[in-house]
RNA sequence: GCCUCUAUAGUUCAACGGAUAGAACAUCGGCCUUCUAAGCCGAAUAUGUAGGUUCGAUUCCUACUGGAGGCACCA
């Protein structure tokens, strides 16, 4: 990658000015590419901050700075075609013409790999994402964990890392005796077979209905929970049907979305190791008996303590986690571990990670809570189940794909019944993911039908489309690979050199989403690398251009296809051909 | 009260301590006898308040104000 071939060329330059001037530590800098092309391609604060720790000026500091890289035996001038100093001491370095377009060879060469990496080798994560609850519906919440750990999982792997999903399915714990509870009493399996988390819900809303009536419900409950946990012949069975009808459900939303996992464990799997974890917590005496149920004290990380065992015996979710925790240590042995989920549970993290600690299990992981915003109603408040706010996935989708329907209907007529279908799954899927992973993790979004279905400017089909437009001319051209061998030196109008520079900078751009946890940084790239070539595509003939220049332009466009594809993919969007 | 996020244009969002704070939607005005107008070009509008650190702060720190969420027997 060329940015680390400059972030090294200047730091050895850089340690050299160190000892010109004599300064007890290297300051940070910075090398970064730029956003538009003003001030030259690549630029970094090397100087300014050299300046500010040898006290000088950091115009003056630059300039040796350049005489040193210029000297350096790395430094290849057929690279960079300038480097200055400006004004309050950026260095900017603008690439030679000839070096971008020798890079779209390599580009093109790459093909399907351009982007990945083996930077990650020999490393394992394990990306624990989408974690739905059995018997309640998956909604645009759990659409986040879904859709960001994915990509977090397809950006990884393309960067070398042997990556493992593992789907940590609600499947345990107190709801079942709520549930168990309500089927003995009100349920119909045929019901359920038909449609069954939508019954699963019925069952649960009238149980709580009844309840708020009838306290001893709460009591029933608690004794099939019990009677399951411990492994009533009875219980275990309607347990296993309602899991099973609940992940039919879900796998149907997987495969719609395109998601898989290397593993589904759901909390169930850990249940027969929780005793054995409480009894270690409690041998290492970090854990201890109060008011009856077992918990673990976290006053050392100024956390509130963590309940690992209850009164009445049942464990916890705290536990199941760190069962899972002891069993990945075992079997997959990973470096790290992420867990994609909503911010809403950072306390349970915290304490989770600092009971690691505590049991001396962390040394050699790291630990990870990947924490994103919540989806807020318009009121930008919580959606709430209870009074209908939330809005299943299943009509999300519906509703997305079609509109699509529609909008390819209109555009393209002529495409066959079949094409026009695919196409409007793609592209409506694609809209719901982008909207959710062209935002920044943190921020709290606001569910917006609008917005979500938007289908122009920043979107998803924005970049399919841009797609599809190149692949048109491909197709038109009759462009066969790029191994045709064709004179590169013929792009070097502007429009042309902004969009191999763009490309250029794919590699580096997974490289910080991958270490940002962030997609939405190739998003954001995507999104530019769509308008530069949009632009170029207003302006710039392709088909109508001489011979020679028309195969350089069409091989040009060819690599922004592929790296349009290649960072869809990893934002787990598909690239139609034609739309 | 403590903790985790968060505050940017009318709205929804970007911006790895850097250069003139980017988009999209909505609004207004242009561009289809030339490769897909789901496109392109142009206009207008924004960093909650008060301090601090810094050559430089939307970004880091402190306080205040506002928003979301969480704080032992749910997950």
Known sequence: MLKNKLENLIGKSAKKIQ???????????????????????YATNAAMVLGKEAKKNPMEVGDFLIQKIKKDKNFHSEIFEKIEIIKPGFINFTLSTKFLQKNLLEILKQGEKFGSSNSGKGKTIIVDYSAPNIAKPMHVGHLRSTIIGQSLYNIYKFLGYKTISDNHIGDWGT????????????????????????????????????AEENKELEEFARKETKKLQDKNKENMKIWKFLVEESLKEFDKIYKILGIKFDYVLGESFYDNMLEQIVNECLKKKIARKSEDAIIIN???????????????????????????????????????????????????????????????????IEMKHIKFGMVLGKNGKKLSTRKGETVPLESLIEKAVKLARKAVEEKNPKLSKAEKEKIAKIV?????????????????????????????????????????RIKSILRKAKYKSSAK?????????????????????FPEIIERAAQEYNPNIIADYLYQLAGRFNLFYQKI???????????????????????????LGLLGIKAPEEM
């Not at 045929?190 to 209905?209: A, G, R, W």
């Not at 409506?428 to 289908?455: C, E, H, P």
């Not at 332009?553 to 296809?561: G, K, P, Q, S």
Request: hydrophobic share 40%; proline share 3%; aromatic share 14%.
């Open 19 to 41: 000892k010109k001037y004599k300064l007890k530590k290297l300051p940070k800098f910075t090398v970064e590419h730029s956003r538009d092309f003003q001030f030259g391609d």
């Open 175 to 210: 709801q079942f005796g709520k549930l168990i509870y309500a089927y003995k009493n009100w349920g119909d399996k045929k019901k359920i077979n038909q449609n069954p988390i939508e019954e699963m819900t019925k069952l649960y809303v009238k149980f709580h209905k009844e």
């Open 298 to 364: 976290l006053d050392k990380y100024n956390l509130p303590l963590f309940l690992i065992k209850k009164k009445d015996g049942a464990y916890l979710y705290a536990t199941t986690d760190l069962a899972a925790i002891k069993y990945r240590l075992k079997k997959i042995k990973p470096d790290k571990i992420l867990y994609v989920v909503s911010n809403e549970q950072a306390l349970h993290f915290q304490q989770l990670f600092a009971s690691l600690e505590l049991l001396d299990w962390s040394k050699n």
């Open 428 to 468: 409506g899927i694609g809209a719901i993911k982008y909207n959710d992973l062209s935002q920044n993790r943190l921020t709290d979004i606001v569910f917006d039908w609008n917005k979500m279905l938007n289908f122009q400017g920043d979107s998803a089909p924005y970049l399919q489309y841009t797609h599809a």
């Open 485 to 505: 061998s064709f004179n590169q030196t013929l792009l070097k109008n502007e429009l042309e050199l902004s969009i191999l520079k763009q490309l250029l900078f």
């Open 541 to 567: 003939p392709v088909l109508k251009a001489e011979k020679e220049l028309r195969l350089a332009r069409l091989n040009l466009i060819f690599a922004a296809a592929t790296v349009l594809k290649n960072g």
